[in-house]
């Protein structure tokens, strides 16, 4: 813990009582013209941290991300550019089109419905940038903390299953996407944001096109009508109020493509480092993750009583092997119950019992490890210029007397 933030913590402790909520370890001032946490999210949870509202992004507090499946109104906000002025569904359409496309088509959303065959499946998606707050030297962008990911339970069509329509030419090696939302600046003929995947990742199984999420339409703040989902990968190559794909014979060169954008060192770099823009490389899979959804941060225990911890962890592309916790700075670390995920990149549930026979100050620390081999670290992970896979274990805060 940072002294700052653990002094803090007792500062706080000292003047609490009993039953009350301490500063989060990773406790962080967010004010923007005013705004604090509160119910002007549209749609949201009225304990979401709004970070942004011209776009809107908004994180999740660890602690209301408990269940199992992620309700939308708890499922953060990462927005390139503006809501889309208007929407209407009857007359929505999506293109499919591109140099590698043999047959380019354009679909109405009610062919997309009735003529391919639906699939539901829990998919993480997580910002690349979350944790960026902790990085130093900083990087600049939204200053994420833990909240920046969800799984909710998504429904739609394969992407593979409307490229096997089109016909997909030998030479095809991206897809990229283009929604309806809009540039700040107003300009109509500027695009916020068109991402997109290798060819492989498009033709997963768990690659859809989305109209739902958990038994419903999406809601408008997450892509209504329509929208891409690849989980595992940044969430920005799930691109909301989706109107084009475009299948590529090269990597796809939209707008937060190239440059810095989504991308990290090649090769490792010190922090502060100034990295050449073809010394960056592409962010895909992401890392091996967990988060602490109970108890809240801040949360004050009875000596000697027996208490849950439960929370979830993720890895990409990967599955997640084991999950372990420690209460002593990481000097020892005891196994957790690792469930197995729904489906492939879906997170998975980890549990566990706990008590502390002395009271004072405590952390509870978790890290989970891979099917690879890969673990969390239990520090910071390498600095990067975009403050991008921050995967260092989550560690709460709790006062036990």
């Not at 960026?132 to 593979?160: D, H, Y």
């Not at 997170?347 to 490890?369: D, M």
Request: charged share 20%.
């Amino acid at each position: 813990m940072k002294n700052g933030n653990r002094r803090r913590f007792l500062r706080t402790t000292a003047l609490a009582g009993t039953g009350s909520l301490l500063l989060p370890l990773n406790a962080t001032s967010v004010r923007f013209s005013g705004i604090e946490p509160n119910n002007q999210i549209p749609g949201k949870h009225p304990d979401m941290v709004l970070l942004n509202d011209r776009p809107w992004n908004a994180e999740t507090p660890a602690h209301l991300l408990d269940e199992p499946v992620t309700s939308m109104d708890r499922l953060f906000v990462r927005n390139n550019g503006l809501i889309p002025a208007k929407v209407d569904s009857a007359t929505w359409t999506l293109e499919v089109s591109g140099e590698s496309v043999e047959n380019p088509q354009t679909f109405s959303l009610e062919q997309l419905k009735t003529e391919f065959k639906h699939h539901t499946y829990q998919l993480v998606i997580e910002c690349a940038g979350n944790g960026r707050s902790e990085f130093a030297p900083p990087a600049r962008g939204n200053q994420w903390t833990t909240g920046a990911v969800g799984a909710p339970s998504w429904t739609g069509i394969r992407l593979k299953d409307i490229l096997a329509r089109v016909g997909v030419k030998p030479d095809a090696v991206y897809i990229g996407y283009y929604g309806k939302d809009r540039h700040l600046s107003g300009d109509p003929d500027k695009v916020p944001i068109s991402r997109g995947v290798p060819i492989a990742k498009a033709m997963e199984e768990e690659s859809l096109v989305a109209w739902g999420a958990n038994g419903e339409d999406l809601p408008m703040m997450h892509g209504y009508p329509l929208r891409l989902v690849f989980g595992g990968w940044p969430a920005s190559t799930s691109g909301k109020w989706l109107t084009r794909i475009v299948v590529r014979n090269q990597e796809h060169d939209g707008p937060k493509m190239t440059g810095h954008s989504y991308r990290v060192p090649c090769e490792p770099v010190a922090p502060g480092s100034k990295v050449r823009d073809e010394d960056m490389c592409i962010i895909q899979s992401m890392p091996v993750k967990s988060i602490i959804s109970y108890p809240k941060s801040g949360a004050v225990i009875a000596t000697s009583k027996v208490i849950d911890i439960r929370g979830h962890a993720w890895a990409g592309d990967y599955a997640v092997s084991r999950a372990e916790y420690s209460i002593d700075y990481g000097m020892s670390w005891s196994a957790l119950k690792l469930e197995p995920a729904v489906n492939r990149l879906a997170w998975q549930h980890w549990s566990g019992r706990l008590k502390f026979s002395v009271p004072g100050y405590y952390e509870i620390w978790v890290r989970a490890t891979d099917e690879l081999g890969n673990r969390q670290p239990m520090v910071l992970p390498g600095w990067n210029p975009r403050g991008y896979l921050n995967n260092a274990c989550h560690r709460i805060a709790v006062k036990v007397q």
